[in-house]
């Protein structure tokens, strides 16, 4: 039977992982997938992480099944700071635990292609390059519009509200909620309100993807767009990542939320989201939701947690001045939020990059600043001249 199976290309963004493993040249530096890194270039694994794994291996009593939707008391213990305090009501914002964002996304993309089949998905490009075939995995229209010029580092914000003008009632637009990957240009708050408003008057339904809550200017203000919009709409699904902010990467560490417009209909979204999850994998891994629930339960902990969150945002920012003040054509990445900003570079720039200066950045041009020493800048900014880029 395999016979008839086409070869396929190897997923270009974690095709850098092995590239860069695999180049001896000691000065290498990787700016391709999307991890955090310290000024030595490590991914440390959080000390209030390693805390809780030391509580587990003593107190945990069992690695007994949990069940569909994981673990409750983990995605309860998210909400305060998700959806604020108080905020995100059990009752009406189902929750299940997910093996990362991607599998909130495909989870999502299952319930909306089951509610709603025809449902057009409208997504802002550049993108997650996993967005549009997640959606069209499971047979939703994918209808794109352009969110940013990545010559002027602009985002393109009456190109967006004019293409989700042409948007029907019940069709799904997907949002960034912090940190826009690949671009680090984020919405404003007056721009989510125009958003808002649009989707509530339209009867749009926003998918927030939220995987680096934290990592731009601080925990609240991150979820500052999420906030507004979820409080101006009936309806909305939230994929959540710990993977980032909890740096649990390799644990796919997620949860989905739905808000529904009443009690009934949030049963209903809950049994469904049962349903996907169980023939998807049946239960989600416990190990990262154990950690995130033993930090949040215990206050020493979670303090801890918050003010390493705090240090990544800081040096994330502090690398993303390095860049601007060693190449002032480079000024607006100073500017942008999270992980990430993609250059207006071609591929054989970026293909240049690697081979002449060891500098590995996704082919798209995306760039993973949290990856850089700040002492690196001038490094960078200069194989960037070199290559043409500046
Ligand atoms: C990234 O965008 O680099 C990360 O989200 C890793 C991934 O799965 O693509």
């Known amino acids: 039977m395999f016979e008839s199976l086409k070869p396929m290309p190897a997923d270009p963004l974690l095709q850098i992982i092995a590239a860069h493993r695999a180049d001896t040249r000691s000065d290498k530096i990787d700016l391709g997938v999307g991890v955090f890194r310290d000024e030595a270039g490590g991914t440390p694994i959080l000390r209030a992480v390693k805390a809780a794994e030391r509580y587990l291996v003593a107190n945990q009593p069992t690695k007994g099944y949990l069940g569909i939707e994981g673990d409750p008391v983990f995605t309860d213990l998210l909400r305060p700071i998700i959806f604020g305090k108080n905020g995100g009501d059990a009752s009406l914002v189902p929750g299940i635990q997910t093996p990362g964002g991607g599998g909130a996304l495909r989870l999502g993309g299952e319930l909306i292609a089951t509610a709603r089949p025809d449902a057009k998905l409208w997504l802002g490009t550049p993108s997650w390059p996993n967005h549009r075939p997640i959606f069209e995995a499971v047979k939703l229209e994918v209808r794109e519009y352009r969110f940013a010029d990545l010559t002027t580092q602009t985002l393109l914000f009456d190109e967006m509200m004019a293409a989700l003008r042409q948007a029907s009632a019940g069709d799904v637009v997907l949002l960034h909620g912090c940190c826009h990957n690949p671009t680090g240009l ?205």
């Open 186 to 390: 984020d919405l404003n708050h007056d721009q989510w309100r125009e958003v808002a408003d649009l989707c509530s008057a339209n009867g749009l339904i926003p998918f927030v993807d939220l995987a680096y809550q934290g990592l731009g200017e601080s925990l609240e203000a991150d979820a500052m767009g999420l906030r507004t919009i979820f409080e101006r709409v009936p309806e909305l699904l939230l994929a959540y990542s710990c993977d980032k902010n909890f740096g649990l990467y390799r644990e796919r560490t997620g949860a989905l939320y739905v808000k529904a417009s009443s009690a009934d209909l949030a049963r209903n979204v809950a049994s469904n989201l049962a349903v996907h999850a169980r023939v998807s994998w049946s239960m989600p891994p416990d190990h990262g939701a154990a950690v995130v629930r033993a930090i949040l339960e215990q206050p020493e902990l979670e303090a801890d947690w918050q003010a390493e969150v705090a240090e990544m945002g800081q040096r994330i920012r502090a690398v993303r001045r390095a860049i601007a003040s060693a190449a002032p054509s480079l000024s607006a990445i100073a500017h942008e939020y999270g992980l990430f900003s993609n250059l207006a570079v071609s591929r054989e720039q970026v293909d240049a990059l690697r081979t002449e200066h060891g500098i590995y950045i996704a082919p798209s041009g995306r760039m993973n600043v949290a990856g850089l020493k700040v002492e690196d800048a001038p490094r960078l900014v200069a194989a960037l001249d070199a290559i043409g880029a500046l």
